[in-house]
Nanobody, 125 residues
Framework: EVQLVESGGGSVQAGGSLRVSCTVSGFTFDDADVAWYRQAPGNKCEMVAELRGHGHAWYPNSMKGRFTISQDNTKTTMYLQMNNLKPEDTAVYYC???????????????????WGQGTQVTVSS
């Protein structure tokens, strides 16, 4: 059974840093691409970062600079390091397998593979 479980969300002041984690079971990152998405109230679901084959990190242009995606040696836990956080980064962050478009209507979506339950990140000004 495929499962994705996020952890590490929380509250931080603007300018701070936070790292969220996603641990998967039923597959490894050698088997499937994975990605971080986020969705804030009233906004669409947007991709933050993607981990492609052999650990290659890819970022949408709008996300380059403050976010870093990585994986551990077991290739079953990935991380999203977020630095210099801004209030507009406040959202529920999801990890997903077999990611699709950079921007989709809602997280989770049937257009993407499997999803975690999401973890809340709140950035206060």
């Amino acid at each position: 059974e495929v499962q994705l479980v996020e952890s590490g969300g929380g509250s931080v002041q603007a300018g701070g840093s936070l790292r969220v984690s996603c641990t998967v079971s039923g597959f490894t990152f050698d088997d499937a691409d994975v990605a971080w998405y986020r969705q804030a109230p009233g906004n669409k679901c947007e991709m933050v970062a993607e981990l492609r084959g052999h650990g290659h990190a890819w970022y949408p242009n709008s996300m380059k600079g403050r976010f870093t995606i990585s994986q551990d040696n077991t290739k079953t836990t990935m991380y999203l390091q977020m630095n210099n956080l801004k209030p507009e980064d406040t959202a529920v962050y999801y990890c997903a397998s077999h990611p699709g478009d950079e921007l989709i209507e809602a997280c989770p979506s049937e257009d993407v593979g499997d999803w975690g339950q999401g973890t809340q990140v709140t950035v206060s000004s």
